[in-house]
């Protein structure tokens, strides 16, 4: 990671007791205020769970995809929330303490959803899929189908859900100043009882409610979670610049250096632009049009035209992450290196401590309750996801006759088990030591390219066959886990690499020096695992998506045509009736708010460039 300048931020006295005085810092996290607020809210989530829930799960369409009757509003709201979950409450202000904007290029990716809804919403609502791996064996085969819901699964856990619950344990310890609690006479780390409460708690969420509930509370849940961000924003800009906002964005910047551009030296050893561009952009696609977390949002809309305006709404949403979360962390960097002012926080635990030190009370009650719902509606999302997954792809498979009350039982039964397999995984995510968003990222790079892949070429090209997709995705997979193996086996050497690379990038050690320490560490390990560790996690995520995708291309020119039926399931198999159907559910607005999104990207870009 690029090194973030030790230039001090100079504050006066005036700025000191602005800080001390007004926001609370170095007071108890919460008071009274606090209190009424949180159970204002508490109220305003059971009253929703409750309207929510007035219908009745009866099949698997209710349960899973909301009886497909969601609106746009509901749609980009859940797409939002979903999204905002552990990597942004936690990992990307840490991100942000520690790199800057380098890991902006991923929440800059509202254009991947404007293309989900303009792009692939059409060919989903055509087919009425359950899931993305339903898609692929239509498309190619059962095996390809199989392939990715085991993937996707897999990923939900060495991801997504251990993640949350990580997550959940750094924000509640942090807002609560806890760390062990007595139960039975025994000092148990409270990370224990954050899990479980949190897991628990979710799980009943979940279970009773499907994804309707979650549809609904995420409607109250990302506005809370905007307006609270965007005072954490104000509140400490307004720190840094003796209560003047301009001057606490200068303060900032001052703090943070060169860490503030986006694009890095291709010789930089951790954010070179040939990796970060081409990389986060393959994992854009896959999270954001083919990962069944965020694309069961879309399929549960009445019709094209609400899930299109959804993600059209998601991605004006998507556009706040790097201000409200990213920046935030920049900030929480720049205060610890004021003298004066008090703040001290980690990395990981940046956004959480802006909570507890800089906002005013009521304030921080409410913040509190959008974080705490945030990975609640987060966690929910996943483990309805994981259900629709193994109840659709697996159990309908072995059980094709079952009601769909059955159907929802088992999916529930499911998320029982993820639930337990996500908690024991975090306990190596724990074991890392690393910034949560950049593992999250990591992880991500090492099994989205042959999911891009599958579906880039499945979509957009006639001639790609069955063996083609099941042999490469099969091939892609192994990768992944090969790398993810590795990184597992040398997490211990990873901050010493990490230093050595950047001293030689910065000149601190010459060539010989390098090359010498390195080959001191290599030769304390198989030297296939180290040098399969040591490529760039961003070149190995390049790698794997040309050779899946070579492998693709020439499987399919080596195995017969695929039979013309699946021509329906690409790009061009619309018949006239419906690409009709989808020109008639948009209009002017729609493309012209479209362009806007874009636009912004674009002016981000351009600005930190």
Known sequence: MNEITNNVVGASAPAVALASQNNGIGGSVFNGLDGVVIAIFTLGMLLTVWFSMRRKNESGKDYFLSGRDANWLQIGSSIFSSNIGSEHLVGLAGAGFATGMAMAHWE??????????????????????????????????????????????????????????????????????????????????????????????????????????????????????????????????????????????HATL?????????????????????????????????????????VQRVLAGKNQQESRRGTILAGFFKLTPVFI?????????????????????????????????????????????????????????????????FTMDFYREWYPNSSGKTEVVVGRIATAVIVFLGICWVLVIKSLHTNLYLYLQNVQGYLSPAIAVLFGVGVFWKRATAPAAFWSFSVGVIGGFARLAADLVMKNDTDAVTKLK????????????????????????????????????????????????????????????????????????????????????????????????????????????
């Open 108 to 249: 800059m990716h509202a254009y991947w959803i404007l293309i989900l809804g303009w792009a692939f919403v059409p060919l989903y609502d055509r087919m009425k899929i359950f899931t993305m791996p339903e898609f692929l064996e239509l498309r190619f085969s059962r095996g390809s189908r199989k392939v990715l819901s085991l993937l996707t699964m897999a990923s939900l856990v060495l991801t997504k859900i251990a993640a949350t619950i990580y997550a959940g344990d750094v924000v509640i310890r942090t807002l609560l100043n806890v760390d062990h609690i007595n139960v039975l006479g025994h000092s148990v780390d409270v990370f224990w009882a954050i899990a479980l409460g949190l897991a628990f708690t979710t799980g009943l969420y979940t279970i009773f409610g499907g994804m309707r509930v979650i549809m609904y509370t995420a409607v109250l849940q990302a506005p809370v979670l905007i307006f609270g961000s965007v005072c954490i924003l104000f509140m400490g800009l307004r720190v840094l610049g003796h209560g003047n906002l301009l001057d606490g964005w």
């Open 254 to 294: 001052a703090a943070v250096g060169d860490n503030i551009h986006l694009v890095r030296s291709i010789h930089d050893p951790d954010w070179p632009w040939t990796a970060i561009l081409p990389g986060s952009a393959i994992i854009g696609f896959w999270y954001w049009c083919t990962d069944q977390y965020i």
């Open 325 to 389: 979360f990213l920046v935030p962390g920049m900030i929480a960097f720049a205060l610890t290196k004021t003298p004066g002012v008090g703040f001290s926080t980690s990395g990981d635990a940046a956004y959480t401590s802006l909570v507890a030190q800089i906002l005013p009370h009521g304030l921080r009650g409410l913040v509190a309750c959008g974080m705490i719902v945030a990975l609640m509606a987060s966690l929910g999302s996943k483990f309805n996801a994981s259900a629709t997954l």
């Open 502 to 609: 950047q001293d030689f990038y910065h000149g601190v050690i010459s060539q010989s020096q390098f090359a010498s320490s390195m080959a001191a560490i290599r030769a304390n390990h198989n030297g296939l695992v180290f040098d399969l560790w040591n490529i760039h996690w961003l070149y190995y995520c390049e790698i794997l998506f040309v050779v899946t995708a070579l492998l693709m291309v020439v499987i399919s020119l080596l195995t017969p045509a695929p039979d013309p039926k699946t021509i329906k399931y690409t790009w061009y198999g619309a018949t006239p009736e419906e690409k009709l159907a989808t020109r008639l559910s948009w209009n002017t607005t729609d493309v012209v708010l479209s362009l806007v999104v874009v636009g912004c990207v674009v002016l981000f870009y351009i600005k930190f460039w």
